[in-house]
Every structure is written in structure tokens, then in C-alpha cells.
């Protein structure tokens, strides 16, 4: 049979699923090995000027809709984003304690896309394969495999996966490719780190961009925090980021070291093993995950 949208749900709920969707998390879980020459970005937050020229390169090499209001319009940064559908990466300005000669607060800006974690959650999630980790440390969307269950939206730590609610016909997952064509096919950068106009955004070998972390940390004492965070986040992710304000207050989740797939393939195993219709696993990672949040957002206030 067909696994297209209209059968998984119905082999949603049938003892049947057990076995599919079992196997296939195990074959998924087995090919998860953090690549050696795996590619990454290292995000400089104390760099970024909130130019959101990064957000602008994004729109246009992945061919997205317009945005409601131009990228050089301030008001945007008056609320928190979170990228969606039509906008994979976004930045948000914070006010955590930074001061000026005049002691008036400085914002510090924050640019949030998915993070191609080294053992993604979102590909463990997922039960037919269209989630992909890529050697080069894309973590790789495949819209014709995608039966739009929407698991890898509530296994991602981040909270990163969005689906076009809006394209009642073939909506997709959308999120961060990591530019994977230009970055896997051309050799370049990836279209946010070349907009970049202070070079806030690095992009290389993610063995090398932790060295080069270490080294601005050693040749700047006091600029930086001691923590490069997604050196191991979740298992460690491709996207890195130095700051000179704890991450907590920057709205960055406060995770665990080990990668999010044993939790999820835990929480999974368990629930196929007893026979639970896979919309339960939906229920209880939604959970997990929303404990998490409410951590985080309890480590945000101040
Ligand atoms: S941030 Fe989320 S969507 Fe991106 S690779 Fe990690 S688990 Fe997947
Ligand atoms: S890597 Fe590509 S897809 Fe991801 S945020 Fe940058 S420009 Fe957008
Ligand atoms: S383009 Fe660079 S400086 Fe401008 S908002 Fe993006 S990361 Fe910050």
C-alpha cells in the first residue's frame, strides 16, 4: 500500500503501524553519525548589528513570499518571531543587561533558523524518511516523501518545523535548508552568512568554526560568555553561537547534552510496543516538549 496522507491516517489507527512505523525509526536512528567533515555557521551575537539583511537574503534564495513589511523596517523588531512558513530565519532584538557609555540599555540581536542538529530529533521523528541527515550537516527536507503527519514539529527541541496551514492543497514542512544546493552542488556560502555586512556569521568545517570560537574567546577576555552554545545542545548542532550575554536571557533554550532522538525513540518504542495509536506519541511530545518551554521561559525572565 501507498503511504500517501489519506492511508497513514488509517494506518494510524491500526496495530498494523506498529511494525511500519517501528522500523522505520530504527533504520532511521541507525544512520545518525555526526559527520567529520560536517559544515556548520557560527552566529557572532555580539557582532550583529539587527540589519536583518541575513532575513532578506533568506526570502529571496528560497524564493519566498514577500514579507508584510519591508526588511528595513524597524517596527518588526517590536515583537518576538519565530520563523514560520514564509520566513526561515528571523531575528529578534533583546535587552538583557547590555549598557552604553550612558548606562541606556543596547539591544542584542538574535538570529533563530533551524540549527541542523548533529542528531536530529526531526528526522528521528519522522516515520517515512523525509527528514534526512546530509553529510555535509544539512539536515534535508523531501516534500515528496513528507505524508504531513507533523511529528518532526513537536520532536524539535527548538521548536523550528512550520507547515503551510494556508495551502489547503499540498501544504510542506518549511524551514532552514541550510541552503543545501548552494552549499552541496556550488560551493558557496549559504545566502545569510554572505549578506551578512559585519560578518557576524561564519560559515565552514563546524570543527573548525569551534576553533575559531575558542580563539575569539581567548583574544577578547570579557566579550564573551564561556559557553559556545550548540557545541553540544541536544547532541550539538551545526549552528553556533557566541554571545557576550548568558544565552538564557536571549530566549536560547536551556537543553541537555544528549541528543534528543534517545528521548523521542524512547518515548516512541514504548508507546509502539504497547499498541498506542501514534496520535498518542503526538500527545506525549507535545508534552515533553512543553515542559521544556515552560523551563525555558521561566530561565528567560529576568
Ligand atoms: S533544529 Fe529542529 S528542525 Fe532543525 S535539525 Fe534540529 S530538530 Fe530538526
Ligand atoms: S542557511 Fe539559507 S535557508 Fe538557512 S537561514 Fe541562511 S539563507 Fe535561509
Ligand atoms: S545580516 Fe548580519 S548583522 Fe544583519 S541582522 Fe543578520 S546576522 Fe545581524
Not at 518571531?81 to 543587561?97: C, E, L, M, Q, S
Not at 530566549?251 to 524512547?266: R, V
Not at 501514534?278 to 530561565?299: C, Q, S
Amino acid at each position: 500500500m501507498k503511504l500517501d496522507r489519506r492511508n497513514f491516517l488509517r494506518l494510524a489507527g491500526a496495530a498494523g503501524a506498529t511494525a511500519v512505523v517501528g522500523r522505520g525509526a530504527e533504520a532511521q536512528a541507525r544512520q545518525y553519525q555526526p559527520p567529520p567533515q560536517a559544515l556548520g555557521c557560527l552566529v557572532d551575537l555580539s557582532l550583529c548589528i539587527g540589519c536583518r539583511k541575513c532575513e532578506q537574503a533568506c526570502n529571496e534564495v528560497n524564493q519566498l513570499p514577500a514579507p508584510e513589511r519591508p526588511f528595513d523596517d524597524p517596527t518588526v523588531l517590536e515583537r518576538k518571531r519565530r520563523p514560520d512558513d514564509k520566513a526561515f530565519t528571523v531575528i529578534n532584538r533583546h535587552y538583557a543587561g547590555r549598557r552604553d557609555d550612558k548606562n541606556q540599555p543596547l539591544p542584542t540581536f538574535v538570529k533563530t533558523q533551524c540549527m541542523h542538529c548533529q542528531d536530529p530529533a526531526c528526522v528521528s521523528a519522522c516515520i517515512v524518511g523525509a527528514l534526512t541527515k546530509k553529510p555535509n550537516g544539512a539536515v534535508h527536507y523531501d516534500e515528496g516523501k513528507c505524508i504531513g503527519c507533523r511529528y518532526c514539529m513537536v520532536a524539535c527541541p527548538f521548536q523550528i518545523p512550520a507547515y503551510e496551514y494556508s495551502d489547503p492543497l499540498t501544504p510542506r514542512v518549511r524551514k532552514c535548508t541550510f541552503c543545501f544546493e548552494r552549499i552541496s552542488q556550488t560551493g558557496g556560502k549559504p545566502g545569510c552568512a554572505l549578506a551578512c555586512p559585519v560578518e557576524a556569521i561564519t560559515f565552514g568545517r563546524r570543527q573548525d568554526l569551534l576553533g575559531l570560537a575558542r580563539k575569539r574567546m581567548e583574544d577578547n577576555p570579557g566579550r564573551y560568555e564561556p559557553h559556545i552554545y550548540g557545541e553540544r545542545e541536544a547532541g550539538g548542532t551545526s549552528w553556533l553561537y557566541l554571545s557576550s550575554q548568558p544565552f538564557a536571557r536571549l530566549g536560547f533554550q536551556t537543553l541537555p547534552d544528549q541528543p534528543m532522538p534517545h528521548l523521542t525513540e524512547t518515548i516512541q518504542h514504548g508507546v509502539f510496543a504497547y499498541l498506542w495509536a501514534p496520535l498518542t506519541l503526538f500527545g506525549i511530545l507535545g508534552g515533553v516538549m512543553a515542559l521544556l518551554g515552560r523551563r525555558n521561559d521561566k530561565e528567560e525572565r529576568p
